[in-house]
């Protein structure tokens, strides 16, 4: 039993190579550019997919009440899509919705969610246990599972992700770009910066390399991890010089900070946005906050997901002291987020650190949070327009508004009155395209 803290229901792992096993045409694709086939050969799979986008005139879709994703609320919805796009939103439908293509009855329509924190390349390998580079997985067996993890997490209402991150990410990326594999729009840091040897103007080189390679943003770490306590690692110069390298680049900076003295190195030497945070206090907290800084806490899922496949993660060689450093953690973060709550001006945006078994789960972090003292709606809204802005997408995703793209979800019942509604994804579109 875990200390004090939300705690998420039994529910069984998402088994993603299983049920992607209906998906095979449409993941031909991935696993031929897996075992190295050329991409003109999977492009000619990809020209006949269900998944490529086509313009077949306009879509309705109608629903007892609707979110905006900026804190409104629409009641008798009628959402008209072409070409991939919202072209309307229409309140108090009225007799026009019994004409409409999709017609969802008394459900809630949002935008489709946002996740900033994720690393769809965690999977549990053959044997049972984490995948690592010399387990003995096919390069086939690895592309399939990872597809699933995004899939999972399609279905689970979740439209974007940040992944942060990993090098299969661009391949991953690119092909939900082109409509190969059914998953969310993908921004990948493609690495993470950890080696504290390296000299200012080297991380520098780093940084410029990254965005060459098409990286989307840099993601740096600022303190160990847990169960070494979240320590300081990089220097203040060393911060400095990544941050501001990226900066210089156009790419936002992503930083794991555990302990209070990484958070606020981090927020001074103007990195863009803080994960985790777990030990930090209101001095941080407020700092942040003075700084414009962005907040992505995480209060029960990562944790609990280790907890709850106690046994798969020990064979991955996870020790008895990090469990119960983990089973600790969940009391301290939701402390930590209560008071994240109420400092003034401090941008929280919603992201869950999913791994391995908790894609396709990612709802249970909102519902944590609500529990924590979140008003639904807002933290709603923190995983619509709140996390799109602070993603550079703000124009794009995230609302419910004329001509953004039509990435649009729908849950049975209504969130901001039971948030648990939120696990009852009934309608998932991306991009204008039904997948659900």
């Given at each position: ?18 049920r ?22 999977a ?5 006949n997919?269900?998944?490529?986008p ?6 309705t ?13 629409i ?12 072209v ?23 935008p ?34 990872r ?9 689970a209402?979740?439209t974007?992700?940040q ?15 082109r ?8 921004l ?17 080189g780093?940084?410029r ?31 400095e ?11 936002r900076?992503?930083?794991h900070?555990?302990s209070?003295?990484?958070v ?21 907290l ?41 089973a ?15 400092t ?19 709802e249970?972090?909102l ?33 419910l ?6 990435d649009?979800?729908?849950v ?25």
């Amino acid at each position: 039993m875990v200390p004090s803290g939300p705690v998420l229901p039994a529910r069984p792992p998402v088994r993603s190579f299983t049920r992607l096993l209906r998906w095979t045409v449409m993941l031909r694709p991935i696993a031929l550019l897996a075992v190295g086939l050329p991409l003109a050969s999977a492009a000619l799979y990809a020209q006949n997919s269900p998944l490529t986008p086509r313009d077949t005139g306009p879509i309705t879709v109608h629903a007892a009440r609707a979110l905006d994703g900026r804190g409104a609320r629409i009641n008798d919805v009628l959402v008209t899509v072409r070409g991939g796009k919202i072209v309307s939103v229409r309140a108090n439908a009225g007799p026009a919705a019994a004409r409409a293509t999709y017609e969802l009855g008394d459900a809630t329509l949002m935008p489709g969610l946002i996740d900033a924190h994720v690393h769809p390349g965690w999977y549990i390998n053959r044997a049972g246990a984490l995948h690592t580079p010399r387990d003995g997985d096919t390069p086939a067996q690895s592309a399939l599972a990872r597809a699933g993890n995004l899939y999972a997490t399609l279905m689970a209402g979740f439209t974007t992700v940040q992944s942060v991150g990993g090098p299969e990410d661009l391949d991953l990326r690119d092909a939900v770009n082109r409509w190969q594999i059914p998953g969310p729009r993908i921004l990948t840091s493609i690495t993470q910066l950890t080696d504290t040897s390296l000299s200012p103007d080297s991380l520098r080189g780093v940084v410029r390399a990254l965005e060459a390679r098409g990286a989307d943003l840099i993601k740096l770490f600022a303190s160990s991890g847990l169960g070494a306590g979240g320590q300081r690692t990089f220097s203040d110069a060393q911060l400095e010089a990544i941050c501001g390298e990226a900066k210089t680049q156009g790419l936002r900076t992503v930083v794991h900070a555990i302990s209070a003295a990484s958070v606020r190195a981090a927020t001074l030497a103007g990195c863009m946005e803080i994960e985790h945070g777990t030990f930090a206090t209101d001095a941080e907290l407020q700092l942040m906050a003075a700084h414009g800084t962005i907040f992505d806490p995480q209060v029960c899922l990562v944790f609990q997901n280790y907890i709850d496949h106690r046994d798969i993660y020990a064979r991955s060689g996870f020790t008895g002291a990090a469990f119960t450093a983990l089973a600790d953690a969940i009391p301290k973060a939701t402390e930590m987020f209560r008071h994240a709550l109420a400092t003034p001006n401090l941008r929280i945006i919603f992201g869950t650190d999913a791994v391995a078994l908790a894609h396709g789960r990612n709802e249970e972090e909102l519902i944590c949070r609500v529990h924590a003292g979140q008003p639904p709606i807002d933290a709603l809204t923190s995983a619509e327009s709140r996390t799109a802005d602070a993603l550079g997408l703000g124009d794009r995703v995230g609302s419910l508004v004329a001509g953004y793209d039509a990435d649009l979800v729908a849950v049975r019942g209504d969130p901001t009155r039971d948030i648990a509604a939120i696990r009852n994804v009934t309608f998932v579109m991306r991009g204008g395209e039904v997948f659900k």
